[in-house]
């Protein structure tokens, strides 16, 4: 038979708050059993966790394709963008030149 954790058992052996057990109940991360209010644990799935075979490969991220536009059209994109966000723009040269007005 499985030995089973309490939530505070967990707690102590993955050295983590109560939210986050639940935190990591809602998303799969875990999984445990309900007895009324209560919650138990699988030790040997908790441990699998700790020891990393349990876990499933992690996904490379993609790579954002980088989009190639008219200059014109980059700088309406920007200039509206930067209205939006109430911030100024400044665009420069690899070494540094200005490419934009650096007005407001």
């Given at each position: 038979?499985?030995?089973?954790?309490?939530?505070?058992?967990?707690?102590?052996?993955?050295q983590?708050?109560?939210?986050?057990?639940?935190?990591?109940?809602?998303?799969?991360?875990?999984?445990?059993?309900?007895?009324?209010?209560?919650?138990?644990?699988?030790?040997?799935?908790?441990?699998?966790?700790?020891?990393?075979?349990?876990?499933?490969?992690?996904?490379?991220?993609?790579v954002?394709?980088?989009?190639?536009?008219?200059?014109?059209?980059?700088?309406?994109?920007?200039?509206?963008?930067?209205?939006?966000?109430?911030?100024?723009?400044?665009?420069?040269?690899?070494?540094g030149?200005?490419?934009?007005?650096?007005?407001?």
């Open positions: 038979m499985a030995e089973l954790l309490t939530t505070n058992q967990l707690q102590d052996l993955l983590i708050d109560r939210t986050t057990v639940y935190r990591m109940l809602k998303d799969g991360r875990l999984t445990g059993v309900k007895g009324g209010s209560r919650r138990r644990f699988d030790r040997s799935r908790v441990e699998a966790i700790l020891n990393r075979r349990d876990r499933p490969a992690p996904q490379p991220h993609p954002p394709r980088l989009v190639s536009c008219p200059q014109g059209a980059c700088k309406a994109i920007q200039k509206v963008l930067a209205e939006l966000a109430g911030v100024a723009t400044l665009t420069t040269a690899s070494t030149e200005p490419l934009t007005d650096q007005k407001r």
